[in-house]
């Protein structure tokens, strides 16, 4: 597709449990972030990757949290032992290049509700 | 550590009126800032970006002014309309190339 791609959409889990939210980014971008929205709050970052270098894991809220991308394309979030207040829309978003006047563009979006 | 704050949190408008959203930043050391548009239960929409080195950005309705020396972006709706309802958010891109974003303006406009 042309857009950012996001799967699952909508996710519950029991608490505990592990999650797994992967994302497409759009063809040839390669900047990918993850950001976190939790009900009502603002976005939160988590992680940041550029191409083969070091990713930025500086908004990883625990050890339980930890994202990886592939061949410098598709990305995954994983997150272990969910806890309730893991619940929240997990944005993905892409952009070309690490220029600075890039757009940024930004997936749908999957929903996260940990019972 | 950059803080970006979006006043006032909601706006109502009537239908026709013209808005006016406001972003503050706390380190200009930035980038570009972005305004998006976002749906309720959807993702982010990009609107505008302003580089570091513009003072405006303008497309169709929608008008985007960038002061750095004084922290501040406004976003300027013209004529607006009940589908530009939606909730509008800032952010500012900096070194690291991490985007901060404001909290966001819920703008409703009423027929």
């Known amino acids: 597709g042309a857009g950012v791609s996001q799967s699952p959409s909508n996710k519950v889990t029991e608490k505990g449990k592990d999650v797994e939210l992967r994302c497409d980014p759009i063809?040839?971008?390669?900047?990918l972030y993850w950001y976190r929205q939790s009900l009502g709050q603002g976005l939160e970052f988590l992680i940041y990757f550029q191409g083969n270098s070091a990713p930025d894991k500086s908004g990883l809220p625990s050890d339980r949290f930890s994202a990886e991308r592939t061949g410098g394309s598709v990305s995954t979030l994983t997150i272990q032992r969910t806890q309730q207040e893991d619940s929240a829309v997990y944005l993905c978003?892409?952009?070309?290049?690490?220029?600075?006047?890039?757009?940024?563009?930004f997936g749908e979006g999957s929903w996260l509700t940990v019972v | 550590k950059q803080e970006v704050t979006q006043i006032p949190a909601a706006l109502s408008v009537p239908e026709g009126e013209n808005l006016v959203l406001n972003c503050s930043f706390t380190d200009s050391a930035i980038y570009n800032l972005q305004w998006f548009r976002q749906d309720p239960g959807k993702g982010l929409t990009s609107l505008l970006l302003?580089?570091?080195?513009?003072r405006e950005q303008t497309s169709g309705r929608l008008n985007a002014s960038l002061d750095k020396s004084s922290g501040r972006s406004t976003l300027y709706i013209a004529a607006s309309q009940p589908g530009d309802s939606a909730t509008y958010l800032c952010?500012?891109?900096?070194?690291?190339?991490?985007?901060?974003f404001g909290g966001g303006t819920r703008v409703l406009v009423k027929p």
């Open positions: 063809s040839g971008h390669t900047a």
């Open positions: 302003i580089q570091s080195s513009q």
């Open positions: 978003a892409s952009s070309s290049d690490r220029g600075t006047g890039n757009t940024i563009y």
């Open positions: 952010a500012a891109k900096a070194a690291g190339n991490k985007l901060t």
